[in-house]
């Protein structure tokens, strides 16, 4: 099945404590992103990445990294969570082509930094 | 100005009718849209995409896109309970990296 895959679903965290969310694609996707939304404030990104090695910041970077080693993964990296990340993120990705840029959403992941 | 605007709703109609859903965008040289289905709690769903003015029509849905008006709006025809969610515009600005900018969405209840 096609699909993008984020781990874990939900997180509850303490401020400052290292964390890492997956996100693998089986779709040999070349676009990935990630975006938190909140309410009232819609989908914001955070980092995008065109291809593997290659990323570049988004909306909302600041206090998130990325890397992107492989095609299929796009881990997002919050090295010391503050209160303020405390959001719903989704990864997405899209494929090359004409059809580019319509994304293929994660079913999210609920985190909670106290 | 956003650059991505949607009226927050609720939108409420009868079952049977036709909703319609409104999006208008800032940046004139954009180029493609979308529109997203998310129910409460999921991720968004891709629905419909239109790169083009006029009408694309995908069973009981229809995106419109005028460009000269910057706007794009979503018909859904035949509304059912189903139906009921936020609808999230989104459009592929000029940009350099020509990001995809979402709307806050319009949340769409259709009444039984």
């Known amino acids: 099945e096609a699909q993008v895959t984020q781990n874990p679903r939900y997180l509850i965290t303490v401020t400052g404590k290292k964390l890492t969310v997956t996100c693998s694609q089986n779709?040999?996707?070349?676009?990935m992103s990630w975006y938190r939304q909140d309410p009232g404030l819609g989908l914001r990104q955070i980092y995008y990445s065109m291809n593997v090695e290659v990323t570049d910041k988004g909306d909302v970077p600041e206090g998130y990294k990325v890397s992107r080693k492989e095609k299929r993964n796009f881990p997002l990296i919050l090295e010391s969570p503050s209160p303020n990340q405390t959001s719903l993120y989704f990864c997405?990705?899209?494929?090359?082509?004409?059809?580019?840029?319509?994304?293929?959403f994660g079913p999210g992941t609920r985190l909670t930094v106290t | 100005q956003k650059e991505v605007e949607q009226n927050s709703g609720p939108l409420s109609v009868p079952e049977g009718a036709i909703a319609s859903l409104n999006c208008t965008y800032s940046d004139r040289g954009s180029q493609s849209f979308f529109w997203y289905r998310q129910y409460s709690g999921k991720s968004p769903e891709l629905i419909m995409s239109i790169y083009s003015n006029g009408d694309k029509e995908d069973g009981r849905f229809t995106a419109q896109l005028n460009k000269a008006s910057q706007y794009v709006s979503l018909l859904i025809r035949d509304s059912q309970p189903s139906d009921s969610a936020t609808y999230l515009c989104a459009v592929r600005g000029s940009g350099g990296y020509q990001k995809v900018t979402f709307g806050t969405g319009t949340k769409l209840q259709v009444i039984p």
């Open positions: 997405a990705s899209s494929p090359p082509g004409a059809t580019s840029y319509e994304q293929y």
């Open positions: 779709m040999n996707h070349e676009y």
